[in-house]
């Protein structure tokens, strides 16, 4: 079955690429350069021309900060784009699978989000991408939304890249302590996907509708960025672990708010499909080894959303 897998540049839209072919599905890959969903033209175009049996959307506008600046750009991708590729797979009568954001909510929760609470996105990326699932939810009755949280992998530049480059550059790291989520591996994520993709193919129907996808077992930025130190100098990725300082959100300003409670509840996704939920810290060891077989990627310009202060 061909697979449109858009945003294939991101880390997640590797790894889908990646792992198609196991799942007995064939890729069309199509990163930004090669298709830009902002675009409705360009997007009927490509599936006129591939004619893909379903479409995997990995693309989004994901700077948080930049979003507070660029609104009609990041509404272009996430609203519009999101929008755009639900037209047009109605029009072609095929399916899509989209990947979503717990930035939908307003992060002042105290438990975890069930995909029934309502969303309340306090940042303009959360607002667009909200927009998206609900152009999706108006034009597509044939549909599954998937919403993950602090997504990090091997590949692209994600919090645990940072935190090893800056490790290395630096003795001392602050990182927030009062912001909880579930830090999920992009190939985790993508292995979903494909899942999903393939029962589909198998079965010509899914059970529709939103679902939410995170690692097991909740924790802050400080606890994630200790894992990863501790995890990496055992292995000698790092020669010597720098300190990490626990400080509050308060204490590193950003434009964009920042959820305090970024924690999903992913018991629809495994009483309803039979997904399995997975432990960050078995999956971030799996990153750590594989990172320490690649060589080190060059530092490139830091995420918004990564919520640390470097110190010298």
């Known amino acids: 079955m061909n697979v449109l897998i858009c ?19 064939h890729a069309l890959a199509m990163p930004h350069a090669r298709l830009d969903i902002s675009d409705a033209a360009q997007v009927n ?8 049996a379903l479409i995997i959307n990995a693309a989004a ?3 948080l900060d930049g979003a507070e600046h660029e609104v009609s750009r990041a509404r272009a991708v996430n609203h519009q784009g999101a929008a755009n590729l639900a037209s047009a797979a109605r029009r072609a009568g095929i399916v899509l699978l ?12 105290e438990r975890a989000y069930r995909e029934t609470d309502p969303p309340t996105p306090t940042s303009v990326y959360g607002a667009t991408r909200l927009a998206g699932e609900q152009a999706i939810g108006e034009r597509l009755p044939r549909h599954l939304i998937l919403r993950s949280s602090w997504i990090y992998g091997e590949y692209g ?60 077992a909740p924790c802050t930025w400080y606890e994630f960025a200790c894992a990863i130190f501790g995890q990496a100098e055992r292995l000698g990725l790092v020669r010597q672990a720098p300190t990490i300082l626990p400080v ?31 432990p960050w810290q078995a999956e971030l060891a799996h990153v750590i ?18 919520p640390f202060r470097l110190h010298g």
């Open 289 to 306: 080894q594989r990172l320490h077989e690649m060589p080190l990627a060059p530092l490139r310009p830091l995420p918004s959303r990564v």
């Open 248 to 278: 509050s959100s308060d204490s590193l300003p950003r434009l964009a708010p920042r959820p305090r409670w970024s924690v999903l509840d992913c018991s629809r996704i495994e009483q309803t499909l039979g997904i399995t939920i997975r």
């Open 7 to 25: 945003g294939s540049g991101g880390q997640i839209g590797r790894s889908l690429v990646n792992l198609a072919p196991s799942y007995g599905l």
């Open 61 to 63: 506008y994901t700077n």
């Open 157 to 216: 530049n994600n919090f645990v890249n940072t935190m090893l480059r800056l490790g290395s550059k630096s003795k001392v790291l602050s990182v927030v302590n009062d912001q909880v989520g579930c830090p999920t591996r992009a190939r985790s994520i993508a292995r979903v996907l494909l899942e999903l993709a393939d029962r589909y193919r198998r079965e010509g129907q899914l059970p529709w509708g939103t679902y939410h996808y995170a690692s097991a």
């Open 98 to 109: 989209h990947l979503s954001s717990e930035y939908v909510f307003d992060g002042m929760g």
């Open 45 to 52: 175009q490509c599936i006129d021309r591939l004619r893909p």
